[in-house]
């Protein structure tokens, strides 16, 4: 999540520079498989542990996370 808050700074005050394109290009895609792959195995845990509630609150703020990422990209 902070990967993708500093990607939508950098985007937003407009900072051109090579090697923050280059990292931005290479982490995008392994760090949105990496963000579902916990969304799944949250809900797993959630379902065998459901009065986990600081798990609970972790996993509402992934999921939220994950539905302003994949709604940006349209």
Avoid: C
Avoid at 37 to 42: D, E
Avoid at 50 to 74: C, E, Q, R, V
């Amino acid at each position: 999540m902070t990967y993708f808050f500093l990607l939508w700074l950098v985007n937003y005050y407009k900072i051109e520079s090579g090697i923050i394109r280059f990292f931005g290009e290479l982490l995008t895609i392994p760090f949105l498989i990496a963000q579902l792959v916990f969304l799944v195995l949250g809900a797993l845990y959630l379902k065998k542990h459901p009065k986990d509630y600081i798990t609970l609150g972790s996993y509402l703020l992934l999921m939220s996370s994950m539905t302003a990422i994949i709604t940006s990209f349209f």
